[in-house]
């Protein structure tokens, strides 16, 4: 039986990897891409998901537009990471593929009212703004959505954007708290495990060796994109955030983690946007995610590769 889900994305060459990840998987059925302001804005980020899903060879899947901008705060984003267009590394053609006239959070709330209770999953990639806008606009969706899986927050390995937090819940710390609030079942994808899949030169070259389109744009895009990274962090490549999401719904046993009470820092600028886990059980907050803190490194990169190869 395929798990039926939907993708929330700020693309992003992790994000487009991730999503290349989940269009060749038979095992999953992608019943939207729904687009938010994050690593660029909502413009550029709708545009990406398109050439992406056009590259994948997958033009009938629908992509929508949602909100150009965190609940409260201005948006922050990440050029600097991800390049102008928020997709450098290879010259994709314009998508000739529409956007969807419906508002991505429009389409999340329409699919979790018309699928049976559990049978839908989410999976944001980006800020959580799309997801927590749905949740307050329609709070009977809660208790449909089978489970949140998403690629944010960090805790042993600190911030990335600041000192302590983690860009996708940085950008909208307010969304990220509805989500962590909600007691949809979540499963969280932090630093602490997406730093540990570095893409290695091996792994890239794994990736441009496949002799496909495909294998030759992820090639491109972590080419591009871990650059950043090895200056910053003096690694041997680049953490592959995103495609952590996608490869769970796969392979969940590639992770391990604690469920835990994670809150989200909403108050003070210093620590805005931490995701505060009580990994050591300190509170009596009550265990409301999923926190991975290990991944087998080569069984992702090998599961990555192999499916990269069937598109
Ligand atoms: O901090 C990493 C996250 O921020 C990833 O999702 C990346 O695509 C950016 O959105
Ligand atoms: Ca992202």
């Given at each position: 039986?395929?798990?039926?889900?939907?993708?929330?994305?700020?693309?992003?060459?992790?994000?487009?990897?991730?999503?290349?990840?989940?269009?060749?998987?038979?095992?999953?059925?992608?019943?939207?891409?729904?687009?938010?302001?994050?690593?660029?804005?909502?413009?550029?980020?709708?545009?990406?998901?398109?050439?992406?899903?056009?590259?994948?060879?997958?033009?009938?899947?629908?992509?929508?537009?949602?909100?150009d901008?965190?609940?409260?705060?201005?948006?922050?984003?990440?050029?600097?990471?991800?390049?102008?267009?928020?997709?450098?590394?290879?010259?994709?053609?314009?998508?000739?593929?529409p956007?969807?006239?419906?508002?991505?959070?429009?389409?999340?709330?329409?699919?979790?009212?018309?699928h049976?209770?559990?049978?839908?999953?989410?999976?944001?990639?980006?800020?959580?703004?799309?997801?927590?806008?749905?949740?307050?606009?329609?709070?009977?969706?809660?208790?449909?959505?089978?489970?949140?899986?998403?690629?944010?927050?960090?805790?042993?390995?600190?911030?990335?954007?600041?000192?302590?937090?983690?860009?996708?819940?940085?950008?909208?710390?307010?969304?990220?708290?509805?989500?962590?609030?909600?007691?949809?079942p979540?499963v969280?994808?932090?630093?602490?495990?997406?730093?540990?899949?570095?893409?290695?030169?091996?792994?890239?070259?794994?990736?441009?060796?496949?002799?496909t389109?495909?294998?030759?744009?992820?090639?491109?895009?972590?080419?591009?994109?871990?650059?950043?990274d090895?200056?910053?962090?003096?690694?041997?490549?680049?953490?592959?955030?995103?495609?952590?999401?996608i490869?769970y719904?796969?392979?969940?046993?590639?992770?391990?983690?604690?469920?835990?009470?994670?809150?989200?820092?909403?108050?003070?600028?210093?620590?805005?946007?931490?995701?505060?886990?009580?990994?050591?059980?300190?509170?009596?907050?009550?265990?409301?995610?999923?926190?991975?803190?290990?991944?087998?490194?080569?069984?992702?990169?090998?599961?990555?590769?192999?499916?990269?190869?069937?598109?």
């Amino acid at each position: 039986m395929t798990r039926k889900i939907i993708i929330d994305t700020d693309p992003g060459q992790d994000d487009a990897v991730a999503i290349c990840l989940a269009l060749a998987s038979p095992e999953l059925e992608v019943l939207g891409i729904t687009c938010v302001a994050g690593n660029v804005p909502l413009p550029l980020t709708a545009l990406n998901a398109r050439k992406v899903c056009e590259l994948a060879g997958r033009p009938d899947i629908k992509v929508f537009a949602g909100c150009d901008r965190p609940l409260e705060r201005p948006l922050v984003t990440a050029e600097y990471v991800h390049g102008k267009t928020g997709l450098d590394g290879i010259e994709l053609p314009a998508p000739t593929m529409p956007l969807q006239d419906t508002n991505a959070v429009e389409f999340i709330i329409q699919t979790l009212r018309e699928h049976p209770a559990g049978s839908v999953t989410l999976c944001p990639l980006g800020p959580l703004t799309n997801i927590a806008t749905a949740l307050q606009r329609a709070p009977d969706i809660a208790p449909k959505i089978a489970e949140i899986v998403l690629m944010g927050g960090a805790y042993f390995e600190v911030g990335n954007v600041t000192p302590a937090a983690e860009f996708n819940i940085y950008v909208d710390p307010q969304a990220a708290d509805i989500v962590f609030r909600s007691r949809v079942p979540l499963v969280v994808m932090p630093l602490d495990v997406t730093h540990r899949a570095l893409t290695t030169r091996a792994r890239i070259e794994a990736f441009r060796a496949l002799g496909t389109r495909a294998g030759q744009a992820v090639a491109s895009w972590t080419d591009f994109y871990e650059r950043f990274d090895m200056e910053k962090y003096g690694s041997d490549g680049a953490p592959l955030h995103d495609p952590c999401v996608i490869a769970y719904l796969l392979q969940p046993a590639l992770f391990t983690g604690r469920h835990v009470n994670v809150t989200v820092e909403t108050g003070s600028e210093l620590t805005l946007g931490m995701t505060v886990a009580d990994w050591w059980y300190v509170t009596d907050r009550p265990a409301n995610a999923m926190f991975m803190g290990q991944i087998d490194a080569d069984g992702f990169y090998a599961l990555l590769t192999e499916r990269i190869a069937r598109l």
